[in-house]
């Protein structure tokens, strides 16, 4: 279930903006923050402010990268893995949205 | 650097020893009474620590100049106006807005993850790059600091 914590600005509901996070398949958590803080949370991600916090430090510090001479940032998604899972990060309409996965760390098998 | 520096700015650590000298070509330097080798060591060094003197801003100088005291309040009175424009403008800095990366936060986010082969790819390298660094180091060939002995 989700929580909410602060004003929702922008054009999107939140369970628009949750729905789609809580269908990935091996989530185990989510986060989507704005400027102002936290918008919503849950799972193994809930009410977790501190890791908020310091993904948005990543996320700014990794926005800052360009190729050479581009103008955007070179990149779509960030991934922070750790051993039994990963935090996948990216922005859309100034909120950034942060879902916690499985690490699968088996190979892909090739057909 | 040289000599057209402001007098009242540049202050040089060494007065000038000779100031109208002129370089001494092979017919001054037969037709002049042989100067003692001492002398002329002598002369060098000082030439050669009035031209580093030429170079070197004494911070800590004993005798700084004095500032009138109308001078002084002006000068304070200037800084505190300045920082305060700065401060003001520093303070209305506001952080920069974040890109955009993507329409589809949702697709993008349960696309599938980095490949674990990738992942040991990456640390490889980086461990590679960690060892060769680990291994900048300096190679002195000779003695830093040596005596010089004056036969």
């Known amino acids: 279930m989700g929580l909410l914590i602060g004003n929702n600005k922008g054009n999107m509901t939140t369970s628009a903006l949750t729905q789609g996070l809580e269908r990935i398949p091996d989530q185990l958590g989510y986060l989507v923050i704005s400027e102002d803080g936290v918008l919503a949370s849950a799972g193994e991600l809930e009410n977790d402010e501190h890791t908020a916090g310091v993904i948005m430090q990543m996320v700014r510090t990794a926005c800052r990268f360009r190729q050479q001479g581009a103008a955007e940032p070179p990149f779509k998604r960030m991934s922070v893995m750790l051993e039994d899972y990963v935090y996948t990060v990216t922005v859309s309409g100034q909120k950034v949205f942060v879902v916690k996965r499985q690490n699968n760390k088996r190979e892909p098998v090739m057909v | ?151």
């Open chain 2, 1 to 151: 650097m040289g000599n057209d520096r402001d007098p009242d700015v540049y202050k040089p650590l060494i007065p000038h020893p000779n100031p109208d000298s002129k370089p001494l070509n092979s017919t001054e330097w037969s037709s002049a009474s042989v100067p003692s080798a001492r002398t002329d060591e002598q002369a060098l060094l000082t030439s050669i620590l009035f031209k580093t003197a030429l170079n070197i801003i004494d911070v800590s100088a004993a005798d700084s100049q004095g500032m009138e005291q109308h001078e002084y309040m002006d000068k304070a009175r200037q800084y505190s106006t300045k920082l305060a424009l700065l401060s003001n403008s520093l303070s209305q800095k506001k952080p920069l807005p974040l890109p955009s990366l993507t329409s589809q936060p949702h697709q993008v986010l349960a696309s599938d993850l980095v490949p674990y082969s990738d992942v040991q790819q990456v640390s490889k390298i980086a461990a590679y790059a960690y060892s060769a660094i680990s291994q900048i180091k300096v190679d002195a060939k000779e003695e830093l600091v040596v005596q010089f002995a004056i036969p």
